[in-house]
């Protein structure tokens, strides 16, 4: 039978009964004969009880130290699991990632995975035993822990499934899997049985919080079937039906895809933008590098960007930051931006929100930005910035509008068909 990855997030793991759901499924796929490693994420609010700790003793904690406060609650979950998975009978080790070696770079609390040796895995698969490994978590080459960042678990489980060329990673959740929109904007949001890597990586960008944005590059980097599955449905329910159930993220070429990509496959939302925009600034080489120079060097990204049209040598440069980086962001330029490019005034505002569609179907179909901006108008929805790429448009919008927009853009795609 087959090899899989099975992740399961910190809501699948939340209580001693959801991990013995969990370890009672795991011992299904086991008993139908496909060799498992499975990969859990601290219990649900664990790693931010973790953090808040931290910051009782030190309000900005050192991030190698926090990083080995942190990585705890993944050993706990993974532990505990492995035991419930030992009382079923069923042969389980549990891992922390430095004792698998998942080697990572040195960049705490952020860090990003070079390498995986998985010769201890194979070994436990061979003699019949199903790994349990922390995720969110590695070792640097100095043999300090680290940890990938939010949704890290999501990154570890594809990048085991890569190293062990597993036939598919399967992420287990809280929902059953990727939808049109966030069903709890718009109640006729239809379930996804298919979509694409490319796809998934769009709407990850633009608002979708179902899978994390890393973990999608890594697997479509690597080419590794990824089904997006809930974990709160009957355990016991056969394997037959839950190998066809979710949503499975795959490619273009993938002979299961419909013929037809839909013309736009789903709209996402993102709330925590915020714009900024540099007034009367210079229109000549190098003035875009010394606004965007000093936000990149402090780790701050930049999303849409749009340049006003020029007028007697003087231009306005507008573009989106997350919510939580405006203040700084506004502090860098205004201390160390404004001296040197001479501007008119820097403003920022924090009650923006940016609307995307998404679709592969947009490559081979005219009209598409036209009809979506004819149906924001038609709702007296202004669009204050736009950004596109070959199959992603994207808006930015006053936030209060977010949830209409996305209401009336699913609406007028036709997304709730079937």
Not at 6 to 24: D, F, L, M, P
Not at 78 to 92: H, Q
Not at 414 to 417: C, P
């Given at each position: 039978?087959?090899l ?21 499924r ?39 130290e ?38 990572t770079?040195s ?27 922390t ?27 890569a190293?062990?060329k ?29 979509i694409?890597f ?57 002979p ?21 925009t ?7 080489p ?32 507008s ?9 700084r ?10 001296p ?11 009650r ?34 736009i ?26 795609f036709?997304?709730?068909?079937g």
């Open positions: 039978m087959a899989i990855v099975q992740k399961y997030g910190g809501t699948s793991v939340g209580s001693v009964e959801r991990i013995r759901n969990v370890a009672r795991i011992a299904k796929w086991r008993a139908a004969g496909h060799d498992l490693v499975v990969v859990p994420s601290a219990m649900a609010g664990e790693t931010n009880r973790l953090i808040a700790l931290a910051k009782e003793i030190q309000p900005q904690p050192d991030p190698r926090l990083d080995m406060v942190a990585a705890t609650g993944e050993q706990v979950s993974a532990g505990l699991l492995a035991m419930a998975l030992l009382e079923l009978g069923v042969k389980a080790r549990s891992y922390a990632g430095w004792q698998v070696r998942v080697l770079d960049a705490f609390t952020r860090a990003r995975i070079q390498a995986i040796d998985e010769e201890r895995l194979r070994r436990d698969l061979a003699a019949g035993v199903i790994p349990v490994v995720g969110f978590q590695g070792v640097d080459a100095a043999g300090n822990v680290t940890t990938l960042g939010r949704g890290g678990s999501d990154t570890s489980a594809v990048a085991l499934a190293a062990l597993a036939a598919e990673c399967q992420i287990y959740t809280d929902v059953d899997g990727v939808y049109t929109t966030d069903p709890r904007i718009e109640p006729h949001a239809r379930r996804l049985r298919t694409t490319e796809e998934m990586l769009e709407m990850a960008s633009a608002g979708s919080k179902v899978l994390q944005i890393r973990s999608v590059e890594f697997a479509g980097r690597f080419k590794v079937p990824t089904r997006v599955l809930s974990s709160l449905t009957d355990p016991l329910v056969p394997v037959e039906e839950e190998a066809r159930a979710g949503t499975l993220i795959t490619f273009e070429e993938d299961h895809m419909a013929m037809e990509q839909a013309v736009v496959s789903g709209v996402a939302a993102q709330r925590d933008e915020a714009k900024i540099v007034h009367g600034v210079p229109d000549r190098g003035i875009a590098y010394g606004i965007f120079g000093p936000i990149a060097d402090a780790g701050i990204n930049v999303d849409v960007i749009v340049q006003n049209v020029s007028h007697d040598g003087m231009t306005d440069l573009f989106t930051v997350a919510r939580g980086d405006l203040a962001a506004l502090r860098i330029l205004d201390e160390q931006v404004r040197h490019i001479q501007c008119r005034d820097i403003t920022g505002d924090d923006m929100a940016k609307v995307s569609i998404v679709g592969l179907g947009m490559r081979s179909h005219a009209g598409i930005a036209a009809k979506m901006f004819r149906t924001l108008a038609e709702e007296g929805i202004n669009i204050q910035m950004s596109t790429s070959e199959i992603k448009i994207s808006v930015v919008i006053d936030e209060k509008y977010a949830e209409l927009a996305v209401r009336v853009l699913h609406r007028a036709g997304l709730e068909q």
